[in-house]
T-cell receptor
Framework: DAGVIQSPRHEVTEMGQEVTLRCKPISGHDYLFWYRQTMMRGLELLIYFNNNVPIDDSGMPEDRFSAKMPNASFSTLKIQPSEPRDSAVYFC?????????????FGPGTRLTVL | SQQGEEDPQALSIQEGENATMNCSYKTSINNLQWYRQNSGRGLVHLILIRSNEREKHSGRLRVTLDTSKKSSSLLITASRAADTASYFCATVSLGTGANNLFFGTGTRLTVIP
């Protein structure tokens, strides 16, 4: 398996533009997570899905952020409109719920810069 | 919000020396995990220790857990230049989703060849 795949790896956009980040989890994994990492706030969980259903979106900063998982092999995180403070590295991770102790597998991240 | 804090924030050692990083957390946990992040890359799982375990080994890694002090330590023995990375502890709190990890602030380790 190629691991968790994220695209694009880098995104530079201007304030006010819509940004869509994409993630393909590891095949067979039933949990998918979106994180944001910044120097100031560290690694923050934004939202996670179980079997394509959003379970906890309490970490989503505001209504400008939305996430979908239309099927087991694809998820998107959308920011509309984007702002400079959204600049960060966004990670997608997946895991398999066999028991309560499973590790998460992270993608390489998308570095977002909003000018 | 972040659950844990690593100490120190940065650590620089010579190759061959041992590196010890500490993690403190706030609430009762189900388990604690350590991850490594190389610069510009995603996090990689290193080791997991359950709340009823006190010590665990994996290769050159040794993890301890003291639930009474709500703390954990990660020891890397005989460090190598390739160990240079940031190390994060992550906890799964009791009563929360089993896959809901709370990450600490990280320790940046530099191993000088």
């Amino acid at each position: 398996d190629a691991g968790v795949i994220q695209s694009p790896r880098h995104e530079v956009t201007e304030m006010g533009q819509e940004v869509t980040l994409r993630c393909k989890p590891i095949s067979g994994h039933d949990y998918l997570f979106w994180y944001r990492q910044t120097m100031m706030r560290g690694l923050e969980l934004l939202i996670y899905f179980n079997n394509n259903v959003p379970i906890d979106d309490s970490g989503m900063p505001e209504d400008r952020f939305s996430a979908k998982m239309p099927n087991a092999s694809f998820s998107t995180l959308k920011i509309q409109p984007s702002e400079p403070r959204d600049s960060a590295v966004y990670f997608c991770a997946s895991s398999l719920q066999e028991n309560s102790y499973n590790e998460q597998f992270f993608g390489p991240g998308t570095r977002l810069t909003v000018l | 919000s972040q659950q844990g804090e690593e100490d120190p924030q940065a650590l620089s050692i010579q190759e061959g020396e041992n590196a010890t990083m500490n993690c403190s957390y706030k609430t009762s946990i189900n388990n604690l995990q350590w991850y490594r992040q190389n610069s510009g890359r995603g996090l990689v799982h290193l080791i997991l220790i359950r709340s009823n375990e006190r010590e665990k080994h994996s290769g050159r890694l040794r993890v301890t857990l003291d639930t009474s002090k709500k703390s954990s330590s990660l020891l890397i023995t005989a460090s190598r230049a390739a160990d240079t990375a940031s190390y994060f502890c992550a906890t799964v709190s009791l009563g929360t989703g089993a896959n809901n990890l709370f990450f600490g602030t990280g320790t940046r380790l530099t191993v000088i060849p």
